[in-house]
């Protein structure tokens, strides 16, 4: 492990005998067995968990289950001290910790010192599987069966997969709607180790399994990076454009000098410098409206929105959107 606690190459030891991972420091193994010794809680509280969230449909029960295991993930993450080096941001993000109304999929992650960088050491490399371990050891101990893998690659964008439940694991029993037992959920964790400099960070609190921190993107940072994949993005994600209505429902605006930092390094306007002002912000967005295919977007976003919201959906197009980019020009 270097300073920031960044799990780097050959930074991690298997100790064959006691088939633990080893840390370079004591106090990180000290933390790592205490861990083995408080579980969360029992394999009951899952289901209990569901039937609170009050799922309309066998759907939202999915979504309420695999919220509920993400939470445990991030749980997992912050007593390996996995933010120490990494904050939360994305969609998923906004869901659990500030509340917005859709599910969402991914654990999306970036470094807050990039590996590629003037702070970093030259032989820095990511590696998930000391944090995948974690995941899958404190699991288990509430009998949640996990498959974990981690994707190698030469990308910024480092990978994993937890995949739970299936056959002879069932994830709760009990549940409001019917569920297959052979059926797995899939969470995909993904990690930027060279985002865009700029972003600002903050402290939030997750509380179940446990009551744990969380380093995320303030709000501002998140609006920046949202906006960045809904002009850069080469296909239609209406979950996007979900968390844009969202945002711009909440006052937000987006932090632009991170955002010109996200244009210059990765898009159509890669390399050219823009000055992303406030008007050039407007005008840019102005068009991606105007361009999108709404049926498509009202697709995607379809099955991560409640009923209640499956109406309002309906109403997506460019009139909508446009009135809302305006009230933020009005501000």
Same mark, same amino acid.
């Given at each position: 492990?270097?300073e920031?606690?960044s799990?780097?190459?050959?930074?991690?030891?298997?100790d064959?005998?006691?088939?633990?991972?080893?840390?370079?420091?004591?106090?990180?193994?000290g933390?790592?067995?205490?861990?083995?010794?408080?579980?969360?809680?029992n394999t009951?509280?899952?289901a209990?968990?569901? &039937?609170l969230l009050?799922?309309?449909?066998?759907?939202?029960?999915e979504?309420?289950l695999?919220?509920l295991?993400?939470?445990?993930?991030?749980a997992?993450?912050?007593?390996?001290?996995f933010?120490?080096?990494?904050?939360f941001?994305g969609?998923?993000c906004?869901r659990i910790l500030?509340?917005?109304? &859709?599910? !969402?999929?991914?654990?999306?992650?970036?470094? &807050?010192?990039p590996?590629?960088?003037?702070?970093s050491?030259?032989?820095?490399?990511?590696?998930?599987?000391?944090?995948?371990q974690?995941i &899958?050891?404190?699991?288990?101990?509430?009998?949640?069966?996990?498959?974990?893998?981690?994707?190698? !690659?030469?990308?910024a964008?480092?990978?994993?997969?937890i995949?739970?439940?299936?056959?002879?694991?069932?994830?709760?029993?009990?549940?409001?709607?019917?569920?297959?037992e052979?059926k797995?959920?899939?969470?995909?964790?993904?990690?930027?180790?060279?985002?865009?400099?700029?972003?600002?960070?903050?402290?939030?609190?997750i509380?179940?399994?446990i009551?744990?921190?969380?380093?995320?993107?303030?709000?501002?940072?998140?609006?920046?990076?949202k906006?960045?994949?809904?002009?850069?993005?080469?296909y239609?994600?209406?979950?996007?454009?979900?968390?844009?209505?969202w945002?711009?429902?909440?006052g937000?605006?987006?932090?632009?000098p991170?955002?010109?930092?996200?244009?210059?390094?990765q898009?159509?306007?890669?390399g050219?410098g823009?000055?992303?002002?406030?008007?050039?912000?407007?005008?840019?967005?102005r068009a991606?409206?105007e361009?999108?295919?709404?049926?498509?977007a009202?697709?995607d976003?379809?099955?991560f929105?409640?009923?209640?919201?499956q109406?309002?959906?309906?109403?997506?197009?460019?009139h909508?959107?446009l009135q809302?980019?305006?009230?933020m020009v009005?501000r």
């Open positions: 492990m270097d920031r606690g799990p780097l190459k050959g930074g991690w030891t298997r064959p005998e006691r088939g633990r991972w080893q840390g370079d420091r004591a106090g990180e193994v933390e790592r067995n205490q861990a083995r010794e408080t579980p969360y809680m009951g509280i899952l209990e968990q569901v &039937r009050d799922p309309g449909s066998a759907i939202e029960q979504n309420c695999q919220e295991l993400q939470q445990y993930v991030l997992s993450l912050s007593r390996a001290r933010f120490s080096l990494a904050a941001h969609g998923t906004l500030h509340g917005a109304g &859709r599910f !969402s999929e991914d654990l999306d992650f970036l470094l &807050r010192v590996l590629r960088g003037p702070q050491p030259s032989d820095a490399e990511f590696d998930w599987r000391p944090y995948l974690r &899958r050891d404190d699991l288990l101990r509430d009998d949640i069966h996990v498959e974990v893998q981690s994707h190698d !690659s030469n990308s964008v480092k990978k994993a997969w995949k739970a439940g299936g056959t002879g694991h069932p994830l709760g029993g009990n549940l409001p709607f019917p569920r297959r052979a797995k959920i899939r969470i995909k964790l993904e990690v930027d180790a060279n985002p865009p400099a700029g972003s600002i960070l903050e402290t939030r609190y509380t179940f399994p009551t744990v921190p969380i380093t995320v993107q303030n709000l501002e940072s998140g609006f920046a990076g906006s960045h994949a809904l002009l850069c993005r080469p239609t994600k209406g979950r996007d454009w979900y968390d844009f209505l945002y711009l429902g909440k937000i605006v987006p932090l632009l991170f955002l010109s930092n996200a244009i210059q390094q898009g159509p306007w890669a050219q823009i000055d992303v002002t406030p008007e050039w912000y407007v005008s840019a967005m991606r409206i361009e999108i295919d709404w049926v498509t009202r697709a976003v379809s099955r929105v409640v009923l209640r919201e109406r309002s959906i309906e109403q997506w197009g460019p909508l959107f809302f980019l305006e009230r009005a």
